[in-house]
């Protein structure tokens, strides 16, 4: 089973809270019966499972590399690339792993119609025969916009055990997600029965109830880090991780645990599923 390795990078949680991100979704997939296997770019080479030495190197200073900079990684060796969603589906596909687990994608961002700012994660989750496990995605992004896109590229949506699209520190963006489901096996059917054998799906797990952040302290948080992202004229890959950091400032203690109990809970639902996954390939 699949992990990213940018959320465990300084650009998607700051230390030493990435390596309990790391220590607590490892240990949630073997505790459900999967192998964990993180994805990264180590001097120049793409790989899928990471001895503990190299799970150090992904801690430390790192590049980010969504999926077409993987191939600018393999081609400049770069020291450390760390892998974003869009890498992660595409380096899992190409060894045949068919689930993933994240703590947010990336989206459509808001103002897109202007910038064209649409995450790469989207069209990879579309586009690769990979089931993406999430707390959906954070609600700086356009998020009726990000699920017009997923529906308009054909990648299912589901909810697990929850009925509304979830906004990562919050259960509901008050968005209905196109379909519930109850159960690993169900996902596993719905991965089987998809029409274009190269497609993928999402999975979005609402963050555990005990964790949950206040959506309205949320949205103050949120327009704030996006003015000031937009005053320092900010670009391109570097907003995502701008405003992750200003988010983190500005809400301190409580989006960090939040976020671990998040990422550690998709990663032990994708654990389940991934063990459906293969016992229906039996
Ligand atoms: N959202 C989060 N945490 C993250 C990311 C997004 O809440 O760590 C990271 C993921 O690696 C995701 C990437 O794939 O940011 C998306 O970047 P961009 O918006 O530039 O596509
Ligand atoms: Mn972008």
Redesign the pocket.
Known sequence: MAL?S??FSH???PSPHNREALERCTAAVRAGGAVPAVTAVLDGVVRLGLTDDEHERILGPAR?A?ERDVAVAVGQGWDVG???????VAIAASAGVSVFA??????V?RGSELTG?I???LDAIASHPVITVSAG??AFLDLPRTLEFLETAGAPVLGWQHDWFPA?YTRSSGLPVPHRVEAADEVARIFAARSRPSSGVLLTVPIPEAAELDADELGAVLTDALDDCERAGIV??E???FV?GRIAAATEGRSVPA?LALAENNAAVAAQVAVAVAVAAR
Request: hydrophobic content about 40%.
């Open positions: 990213e940018t959320i650009l998607g949680l980010k969504a760390a892998t974003t969603v869009s890498a992660s994240t703590g947010g994608i990336g989206g961002h700012d995450s790469a994660d995605a954070k990562f391109g890959a907003i995502t991780p992750l976020n």
